[in-house]
């Protein structure tokens, strides 16, 4: 984990939040490739679910809702609660189960075990009290639960459909860690399947299976996947059944995205304390939801992709002694697809070439322009980044208008005219758009 976390503030995936006053509560921030690639994830999802898929529509529900979804939902309640301990000396909490019957930090007695709620509260208007209180969403999906009836009716749905929405959540963890893994403000990518009661099991083993086999196709290997059945006593409160699609992480198997049964519970929930009747057909619709992390999923393509290569891949007497990076993302997760490499830098005429063969791709990819250090470094600066395609223009392509293209994987090389550069890299991009 410590390579990955060096590698991502190194070359500019993630930083740590706030980290001028010594960083914040557990909090990250996406750097210029962080974010590309975490866009690339999250409209990856976005197109499996509202294009692939059948019959789901997109939402994007405000963070701030009434503090009367929470009470509905359940989440104000003993079901979203860490049972703590808290040291009488020092006043830390922990987990009941971390600990025995010291404080770790500081040796104190510890108190008897208390609930505390996950919710992270806040104050909407000018004034701090009871009622202007409210709490940041800690699922993104209850703002589709409140909104089930406008999307039936605006976008004339039959049941079976589904309402698909990527947005923040919180929720105040009291024991974040593993880097990105578990933070207090992250990212889901959740969609939730209204059906029957009669076709729920058969939508909770179709969801389950198309949730395994996207995170497959996008690059993840096999063996560092598995889908883990949740027996009852562990599962979240308004579970019926649940699924984790867990990923083999160097701190060991974690979830990565959990598939839920919910059953009747919101819908029933919410007309019962909203007085709306949401009863589709004469029952309310079960919901089978989806519920990734687009930070988690961030972390396991990273982890996924990471490689080393003691030695080096080229053979050049400088890069034998040193270890490589390779970071084999899936192509479009990449952050940078390609980087214009001119081969050397003290030669106007190769230059200025290279710099018009970057500005004639910037508007079709993600591309970097290097020209500083030797063209072994340079390629494996663009390697240790996932960079798919590196574009070295030479002493012929003055001659020819042409370039080597270097495939990341390979390290193969060809020569394309520049005047095909183009459509030969949408082919290899993007083969079937
Ligand atoms: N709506 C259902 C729900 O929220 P969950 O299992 O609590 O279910 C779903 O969360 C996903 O959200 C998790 O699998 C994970 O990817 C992400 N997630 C939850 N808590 C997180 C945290 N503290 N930090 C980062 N991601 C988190």
Not at 225 to 254: N, S
Not at 264 to 269: A, I
Request: aromatic share 12%; with cysteine; charged share 30%.
């Amino acid at each position: 984990m410590q390579k990955i976390v060096s590698l991502a503030k190194r070359r500019g995936f993630v930083f740590p939040s706030s980290e001028i006053y010594g960083g914040f509560g557990s909090c990250y921030d996406f750097g210029p490739l962080g974010v590309e690639m975490k866009n690339n994830i999250k409209k990856a999802w976005w197109g499996e679910m509202t294009r692939k898929q059948n019959n789901i529509v997109g939402l994007d529900a405000a963070i701030l809702m009434s503090p009367k979804v929470w009470q509905a939902s359940g989440h104000l309640t003993a079901g979203f609660a860490d049972e703590l301990v808290e040291c009488s000396k020092c006043h830390k909490r922990f987990k009941s189960d971390d600990v025995k019957n010291k404080c770790p930090k500081c040796g104190g007695s510890l108190a008897k075990p208390r609930k505390f709620n996950l919710m992270m509260k806040t104050f909407v208007g000018s004034v701090e009290d009871e009622t202007s209180e409210t709490f940041l969403r800690a699922e993104t999906c209850q703002g589709i639960y409140v909104n089930f009836e406008n999307v039936l009716n605006s976008m004339r749905l039959k049941i079976p459909f589904g309402i698909a929405q990527i947005g923040k959540a919180f929720r105040n963890e009291i024991t974040p860690g593993n880097f990105i893994y578990r933070t207090r403000e992250f990212e889901q990518m959740e969609m939730q399947w209204f059906c029957s009661p009669q076709q729920a099991d058969k939508f909770f083993n179709y969801w389950k299976q198309q949730r395994m086999k996207w995170y497959l196709s996008l690059g993840i290997k096999k063996t560092n996947l598995r889908a883990r059945e949740i027996p009852i006593r562990e599962r979240a409160h308004y579970a019926r059944r649940q699924v984790d699609i867990e990923y083999k992480f160097p701190f060991g198997w974690q979830e990565i995205e959990g598939v839920h049964n919910r059953g009747d519970y919101d819908l029933s929930n919410h007309a019962k304390h909203s007085g709306q009747d949401f009863k589709y057909e004469g029952y309310i619709p079960y919901i089978i939801e989806t519920s990734g992390g687009a930070d988690r999923s961030f972390l396991a393509f990273l982890v996924d992709a990471y490689g080393e290569v003691k030695g080096g891949r080229t053979k050049t007497t400088e890069a034998t002694k040193e270890t490589e990076i390779l970071l084999k993302l899936y192509k479009t997760l990449a952050p940078i697809k390609i980087a214009v490499l001119p081969l050397v830098k003290n030669k106007p005429a190769i230059v200025k070439k290279a710099k018009e063969v970057y500005k004639l791709l910037k508007p079709y990819f993600t591309v970097q322009y290097d020209e500083v250090g030797s063209i072994g470094r340079r390629y494996r600066r663009q390697d240790e980044i996932g960079t798919l395609y590196a574009l070295t223009i030479d002493f012929d392509s003055l001659k020819k208008n042409d370039l080597t293209l270097r495939d990341r994987d390979t390290m193969k090389q060809k020569r394309v005219k520049i005047k095909d550069l183009i459509p030969c890299l949408k082919k290899q991009l993007y083969p079937t758009a």
